[in-house]
C-alpha cells in the first residue's frame, strides 16, 4: 500500500480524494439518494482511504450507509446536526463517518420533569452517516468484526494532547469495493408487529413522534428501506 499525494493531470490539479470524499458526503434536503452515489463513496473508503492511529493503520472491510431526507426517509438513521465527515459515536456505540447533516430541536421534559432536548423531524431535515462495521490492521492483519470492535480504537485517548485521535487519511488499499447488499439484522422479526414496535421506538426519540400521522408513514417507509442493499462487506471479513 503507498500514500497518495495530490497530482496533475493534463495540465489541472487532481481533486484531492479526501476533499472529494467530503463533496460526496455533503447532501442535503433535496438530494436524491441513489445506489451509485453510495457505491462511489464506498470506492474511495475501500480503495484509497485508511483510518490511522498513532502507528497503527486501518483498512475498510465492512460498512453500512444510512441517510435520510424528505425524498429517502430512512428512518432508520440515527437523527445528528453536524458537518461532513466528522466521527459521530451513535446511539448503540458505533462509530459513523457523518453525512451533512441538519435537523431542528425543540426544548421539552421527560417524565422526571427534566429538561430536555428533542429533534425535530419535517421536510428541512437531513442527517446521517456510514457506520463502520469491520476494519483491518495493515500491518498485523488483526480484523475488528462489528460496530462495537471498531469503536475501541476510539476510546482511548492521550490525556496530555497527543495527537493519537483516528484519522482519516488517503492511502492505496488494493481493495476493490464490493458488491452491496443489505443491511445487517435490523429488525429481530420481519413482521407487521415489530415492525411498528421498531419504528415507534426510534420516533419516540423525536418531538412530534407521537403523531400518528407520521408513525403511519414511517412504518412504511421502514419496509421500502429495510431490505436496500446499503451495506458493502468484504466476504473474508464477515
Known amino acids: 500500500m503507498r500514500q497518495i499525494l495530490p497530482n496533475v493531470s493534463k495540465g489541472r490539479y487532481k481533486m484531492n480524494i479526501l476533499e472529494d470524499l467530503k463533496s460526496r458526503l455533503t447532501l442535503s434536503a433535496e438530494s436524491d439518494i ?13 480503495g484509497s482511504c485508511i483510518i490511522k492511529k498513532d502507528d497503527s493503520m486501518y483498512a475498510v472491510t465492512d460498512i453500512e450507509f444510512y441517510f435520510y431526507n424528505k425524498k429517502h426517509k430512512d428512518i432508520i438513521t440515527h437523527p445528528r446536526d453536524c458537518k461532513a465527515m466528522q466521527w459521530y459515536v451513535n446511539d448503540f456505540g458505533g462509530i459513523d463517518l457523518t453525512f451533512e447533516s441538519r435537523i431542528e430541536s425543540v426544548k421539552d421534559t421527560n417524565k422526571k420533569g427534566k429538561n430536555i432536548i428533542k429533534p425535530q423531524l419535517d421536510d428541512s431535515s437531513y442527517f446521517g452517516g456510514i457506520l463502520i462495521r469491520g476494519l483491518k490492521d495493515i500491518n498485523s492483519g ?5 460496530p462495537w470492535a471498531c469503536s475501541e480504537i476510539f476510546r482511548l485517548h492521550d490525556a ?13 488499499t488494493g481493495q476493490r469495493v464490493p458488491e452491496p447488499e443489505a443491511r445487517y439484522h435490523l429488525v429481530r422479526k420481519n413482521n407487521e408487529q415489530e415492525i411498528e414496535k421498531k419504528v415507534r421506538y426510534i420516533l419516540s426519540t423525536y418531538e412530534n413522534g407521537n403523531d400518528e400521522i407520521l408513525v403511519k408513514e414511517m412504518i412504511e417507509s421502514f419496509k421500502e428501506f429495510k431490505d436496500k442493499n446499503y451495506r458493502y462487506v468484504l466476504k473474508n471479513n464477515i
Open 34 to 46: 441513489t445506489n451509485e452515489i453510495f457505491t462511489e463513496i464506498a470506492k474511495i473508503l475501500f
Open 142 to 146: 488483526e480484523e475488528l468484526v462489528g
Open 160 to 172: 496530555c494532547g497527543g495527537c493519537d485521535f483516528p484519522t482519516l487519511i488517503m492511502m492505496e
